[in-house]
Antibody, heavy 119, light 109 residues
Framework: QLQLQESGPGLVKPSETLSLTCTVSGGSVSSSSFYWGWIRQPPGKGLEWIGSFYYIGSTYYNPSLKSRVNISVDTSKNQFSLKLRSVTAADTAVYYC???????????WGQGTLVSVSS | EVVLTQSPATLSLSPGERATLSCRASQRVSTYLAWYQQKPGQAPRLLIYDASNRATGVPARFSGSGSGTDFTLTISSLEPEDFAVYYCQQRSNWLTPITFGQGTRLEIK
């Protein structure tokens, strides 16, 4: 059974970098059949796609965040990571890592991790 | 960017009733439209993908339809566990952003 687990600090100071890692078990981030991505949800609000990557090294980012975001993969650890620079309070959200199919839908989700941006 | 507009924002129904949720896209997205259910404190759960395909383990009372710009999620007979927030999501191609609707809250009447 595929499982995804987010990890990282729950509190980040304004202007610093938010860093999260998603550990995948029961599947491989190197699979040619899937994309792997990050989606976030501010408290009490809707869902926002952050970005995704494909195993050949292609990355896709939401234009609204592109200048601040980087998604990378560590195939040796079967993990992928999110870095979001220069955070503000508006970046406070539950961050989910997700496995996506070619048509973009997410069929497996991590449980989510709340990251608060505050001094 | 494709904007998805869900209606209604809130739907109040009783168990056993039929629920019809709408998602309208600002431009054609073919059938690259998915529906998710989210309960408080939980991650979204995929219900329908590619507009009309039920995800693994999703009960047959959930069905999706539509193409182009107008899509519908139907729950034929509501069970108590179906009361939640529902989101639609589109991906027209990987060079344009994936977007979600703002959600429809399905509440017990």
């Amino acid at each position: 059974q595929l499982q995804l687990q987010e990890s990282g600090p729950g509190l980040v100071k304004p202007s610093e970098t938010l860093s999260l890692t998603c550990t995948v078990s029961g599947g491989s981030v190197s699979s040619s059949s899937f994309y792997w991505g990050w989606i976030r949800q501010p408290p009490g609000k809707g869902l926002e796609w952050i970005g995704s990557f494909y195993y050949i090294g292609s990355t896709y980012y939401n234009p609204s965040l592109k200048s601040r975001v980087n998604i990378s993969v560590d195939t040796s650890k079967n993990q992928f990571s999110l870095k979001l620079r220069s955070v503000t309070a508006a970046d406070t959200a539950v961050y989910y890592c997700v496995r996506q199919r070619g048509t973009g839908y997410g069929d497996y989700w991590g449980q989510g991790t709340l990251v608060s941006v505050s001094s | 960017e494709v904007v998805l507009t869900q209606s209604p924002a809130t739907l109040s129904l009783s168990p056993g009733e039929r629920a019809t949720l709408s998602c309208r896209a600002s431009q054609r997205v073919s059938t690259y439209l998915a529906w998710y259910q989210q309960k408080p404190g939980q991650a979204p759960r995929l219900l329908i993908y590619d507009a009309s395909n039920r995800a693994t383990g999703v009960p047959a009372r959930f069905s999706g339809s539509g193409s182009g710009t107008d899509f519908t999620l139907t729950i034929s007979s509501l069970e108590p566990e179906d009361f939640a927030v529902y989101y639609c999501q589109q991906r027209s191609n990987w060079l344009t952003p994936i977007t979600f609707g703002q959600g429809t809250r399905l509440e017990i009447k």
